[in-house]
């Protein structure tokens, strides 16, 4: 390797406490093997061709850069160092100097997609009070403006290529650019830099303005939620200026968020995903964190402590509870993208194609696979005369659907009223439904002409017009889109004694549901030979606050977990 490839670095020994200079690097291994050699105090030492190229874009040639790099500065032999400066990662990134993030090398598309980036927040002598509107306006402009910022299709997406490189999908390069200091993030790919506050900068926009294509969301959706969360947290006047924003701007940590977003990101061991998540200290786990759990809604096992131990064989894990029901019956599950112009909509957006038809946004076409899911779920709740608690089982349903959450029927005065609304369109056969459409045309129908009118139109008229149009009430939508809050990803299932709940798309018939002491929800297992293995916990309505727990422990069984 000639002078001009080769990489020679020394390693220096500092402690944190000391404040010591240097920049951090961010990067990804590729799923690559070190296979390449530098010079490391003296000695050939192998790096992945990924870090290698990222040391030989980064080094410079007429002084000493001090930076971080974890394969490097971390013995990659030693557990026992590997696991005490993991914990030390976030505090690493969040005192660095600066954090640089390696995309990797370059190529035509990336370049592009970087350099559509820095035109559209390069704002040169304009003033402050309009910097937003000239962003929207040239975000705006990738859809339908000058050529010079147009896409006019997915593939002629040019934002989309950076949001591709594989640096967004690590779980582990997130701590690493939303603990660092401000503005001390930038972007390398090649030879192409961008800072990470343009990056969000357009990605805002992006959201605000409902761009169609590229992976920009997927891609930034838990940097950007745990970025406003951390700026929150320590500055108190950015607090204030962001709860005062309109929109959906979360200041405080949710960690069911953190979770859901963070799990399409990838891992190469899976404990670090746990890992991975853990140091935001800047937060912390006090007893108001709801990390913490530190009010427990629901107590399914009453007020028992956990009671466990290991087989003899250390193998599997013995707990005690009650097998309490069996699954009989589940649903399809409710899988539909919560796109967030949803809450935008309106029949009066919708417009006519050239030949006169109806023309459907993919989200609201969403939404009505969302309410024929739920129908068929208010529909299996009909085949039961009677709910085991003694309530209704529309009242059973109602509670179940929103895993029986107090605060949403505290904050809704009309709740009751938007349920009722909602349960008479879900009940309501398509022709009543279609009735409710045509009703001022059906006036001037004789009556004995009617159904047959209705069935006509149903024919004729696009479901997805009329469905719409007859579910889309105030009422109707704010007891469905809190359902769908609370109930997608899920599935309806019933149970022997006849008792509803909701769960993962994991659950099965004929798993039981148990109650296990300790855990304050019902759990889900599947009966295995020896035992059982745990599936998932759920919600089961009437099994939630101890019901079914018995008095008498001498009730309670031994479960082993396989």
Not at 83 to 92: H, P, R
């Amino acid at each position: 390797m000639d002078d001009a490839e080769s990489v020679s670095c020394d390693l220096d020994e500092v402690l944190l406490d000391e404040e010591p200079r240097f920049e951090a690097l961010s990067y990804t291994w590729e799923n690559q093997e070190p296979s390449v050699s530098i010079k490391c105090a003296g000695q050939s030492f192998l790096v992945t061709p990924n870090c290698f190229s990222a040391l030989r874009q980064l080094r410079k040639t007429n002084r000493v850069r001090m930076l971080w790099v974890d394969s490097i500065c971390i013995d990659q032999t030693s557990i026992p160092e590997r696991n005490q400066q993991v914990s030390m990662m976030g505090e690493i990134y969040r005192n660095a100097d600066r954090v640089i993030v390696w995309l990797g090398e370059s190529d035509a598309p990336t370049i592009q997609s970087m350099r559509k980036i820095a035109a559209i927040t390069e704002y040169g002598d304009i003033a402050d009070d309009s910097l937003q509107a000239v962003l929207h306006q040239r975000v705006e402009a990738l859809k339908t403006g000058e050529s010079r910022f147009r896409a006019e299709n997915p593939s002629s997406d040019v934002i989309g290529p950076f949001f591709r490189r594989s640096w967004f999908t690590r779980l582990w390069t997130i701590q690493e650019v939303v603990l660092a200091k401000g503005n001390n993030v930038e972007i390398y790919c090649g030879d192409e830099v961008l800072s990470w506050i343009s990056v969000l900068e357009v990605v805002d926009a992006l959201r605000a303005k409902g761009y169609p294509w590229g992976e920009f969301k997927k891609a930034t959706q838990l940097q950007k939620y745990l970025t406003t969360m951390m700026l929150a947290e320590r500055y108190p006047e950015a607090r204030s200026l962001l709860e005062a924003k309109p929109g959906d701007t979360v200041t405080r940590p949710h960690m069911s968020h953190i979770l859901l977003y963070a799990r399409d990101k990838a891992s190469t061991d899976p404990k670090d995903r746990i890992y991975a998540l853990l140091d935001w200290s800047d937060v912390g786990y006090s007893d108001v964190d709801p990390r913490q759990a530190a009010i427990r809604r629901f107590c399914a096992a009453g007020p028992s402590d956990p009671l466990w131990s290991f087989t003899a064989d250390y193998q599997h894990l013995n707990v005690s509870g009650k097998i309490v029901d069996t699954i009989i019956y589940r649903t399809a599950t409710l899988d539909v993208k919560i796109d967030p112009r949803i809450a935008r909509f309106s029949l009066t957006s919708f417009s006519r194609n050239r030949a006169g038809q109806w023309i459907i946004p993919d989200f609201a076409r969403d939404l009505l696979a969302s309410f024929k899911v739920l129908r068929t779920w208010v529909e299996v709740s009909t085949w039961y005369a009677q709910y085991p608690t003694s309530e209704t089982v529309k009242s059973a349903l109602k509670r179940t659907l929103l895993n029986d959450n107090p605060d949403v029927y505290a904050r809704r005065p009309r709740f009751d009223q938007a349920f009722e609304a909602w349960y008479d369109v879900m009940t309501a056969t398509d022709v009543n439904l279609m009735a409710k459409v045509q009703a001022a045309n059906l006036a001037s129908v004789p009556l004995q002409q009617q159904e047959e009118y209705l069935r006509a139109c149903l024919r004729e008229i696009s479901e997805e017009v009329w469905m719409l149009k007859v579910s889309y009430s105030s009422e109707v939508s704010a007891y469905h889109s809190l359902a769908l809050a609370f109930s997608n990803k899920k599935c309806l299932f019933t149970t022997e004694n006849g008792y509803m709940g909701t769960g993962p798309d994991l659950v099965r018939v004929d798993d039981q549901v148990a109650l296990i002491a300790g855990m304050s929800t019902p759990v889900i297992l599947r009966p295995l030979d020896g035992g059982f293995e745990y599936v998932t916990h759920a919600y089961v309505h009437g099994l939630m606050y101890g019901d079914a727990w018995p008095e008498n422990k001498a009730e309670l069984q031994e479960i082993v977990l396989i």
